[in-house]
């Protein structure tokens, strides 16, 4: 199993910025996507942004323009650059692969999520 680590959250005022890093244990060559999720407590997970295994990225509406996910290739981390952040940014940030393995198993891995708090 592929295990998936979060890095980069922390405490910022509004306007500020964070960089997220999302690193897996082993190269994953079969991702369809893979994205930055995020959930409050009492509310169910929400996608923010993913990127397809050709490189296209993709935002939720509330992020477009302010948020940046980006991946060299498939050995490097995969990042989510946060700017001009507001309270409601205020989360914790899950990293998540998706695709098929090669023995045509579906795998879908989740990181254990970082903790990201905008203060107004």
């Known amino acids: 199993q592929v295990q998936l680590m979060e890095s980069g959250g922390g405490l910022v005022q509004a306007g500020g910025s964070l960089r997220l890093s999302c690193t897996a244990s082993?190269?994953?060559?079969?991702?369809?996507?893979m994205g930055w999720y995020r959930q409050v407590p009492g509310k169910q997970r929400e996608l923010v942004a993913f990127i397809t295994s050709d490189g296209r990225p993709n935002y939720i509406d509330s992020v477009r323009g302010r948020f940046t996910i980006s991946r060299d290739n498939v050995a490097k981390p995969m990042y989510l650059q946060m700017n001009s952040l507001k309270p409601e940014d205020t989360a914790v940030y899950y990293c998540n692969a998706a695709g098929t393995l090669p023995t045509g198993r579906p795998f879908d891995y989740w990181g254990q999520g970082t903790q990201v708090t905008v203060s107004s």
């Open positions: 082993e190269t994953i060559f079969s991702f369809r996507s």
